[in-house]
């Protein structure tokens, strides 16, 4: 077949989705459990990972082991190329490229982590490593494509962003379980979780706000954004998406969150409520790996 979904550029995006969802998802996770969760919780909340880290595990790792030939096909005559190891050596020689001769082994190192299952003292190390290789990738796509100085805070401001939204979209599955049924002796650890979790998840919305309008302004220039292609139609869908989870988030700490005490329908609302917000973040990521790989400007 020569077009549809079976082209490189339709699987781009795919391999994209698989990259960046199982990081920021792992960042955001293990953030929560080990920086605010108390000893018995944070190995409740491990454990109950570790079925979903096999998942995340699988995917990344399908995600990191498909860019060399992904990009081998693009640049090649299709599939057939994407064995083609000097064309592998051709892109780790571009400037697009470097980046990878280190990213690639991390993230393999990282999807086979996930797979056995790090343990406690490990989780910490993996935390770091994912929070490494997810800063990293602002150091390619449009972000890298900025000249000179501006370019350098660009990708700075890049990083910033998939950071906090990791630590945003990551967190919530987490938050997700403490709502649930965790063990009686451990109902406690949950409340100081959740209250100590507001304030810093505020800032790391705000921040990843910030970052995102930024990074928009960085890319379009103001003429740009109001200048109508699919680039922006995808970022715009993006952001009604973003607006719909801070409006979720908003309703979650204000309305909600005070009424948790008259009985167990705010907790059921809560649930749902994150459990959509978990959604929405996902399909958010989802468009940003379709948009991506499009020129801003045609």
């Known amino acids: 077949m020569d077009g549809g979904l079976a082209t490189p550029d339709a699987w781009r995006p795919v391999a994209r989705t698989l990259l960046l969802l199982p990081l920021l ?11 605010l969760g108390r000893p018995g919780l944070r190995l409740w ?3 109950r990972a570790r079925l979903s880290a096999r998942l995340l595990g699988a995917l ?31 892109y780790l020689a ?20 996930l797979l056995v299952g790090p343990g406690i003292h ?62 009686p002796d451990l109902r406690d650890d ?9 304030l810093p998840g505020q800032i790391c919305v705000a921040l990843a706000l910030l970052s995102g309008a930024l990074n928009s302004l960085l890319i379009l220039g103001p003429d740009g954004l109001l200048r109508l292609t699919p680039y922006s139609a995808l970022l715009l869908a993006k952001v009604l998406v973003v607006a719909t989870m801070v409006v979720l988030a908003l309703a979650n700490r204000y309305l909600l969150v005070p009424r ?5 329908q705010a907790w059921q609302l809560l649930r ?5 917000e978990i959604a929405l973040g996902v399909v958010a990521v989802a468009l940003v790996a379709v948009f991506a790989g499009l020129d801003p400007f045609s």
Do not use: K
């Open 260 to 264: 948790l005490g008259q009985g167990p």
């Open 122 to 183: 490990g989780s910490r190390w993996l935390w770091g490593f994912s929070g490494l290789l997810l800063a990293s990738l602002a150091l390619g796509g449009h972000a890298a494509a900025t000249a000179a100085g501006l370019g350098l805070a660009h990708q700075l401001n890049q990083a910033l962003h998939l950071l906090t939204t990791g630590l945003w979209l990551g967190s919530l599955p987490g938050v997700l379980l403490c709502l649930g049924q965790p063990p």
């Open 190 to 198: 949950v409340q100081h979780l959740l209250r100590g979790y507001s």
């Open 25 to 35: 998802l792992t960042w955001g996770y293990l953030a929560l459990a080990l920086c």
């Open 45 to 47: 909340l491990l454990a």
């Open 272 to 276: 749902q409520a994150t459990a959509m």
């Open 94 to 113: 571009t400037e697009a490229g470097h980046g990878w001769r280190w990213q690639l082994p991390l993230g393999l190192l990282l999807a086979l982590w």
């Open 60 to 90: 990344l790792l399908l995600g990191i082991s498909s860019q060399l030939p992904l990009q081998a096909a693009l640049v090649g005559e299709g599939w057939t190329d994407a064995f083609n190891l000097p064309l592998w050596q051709l």
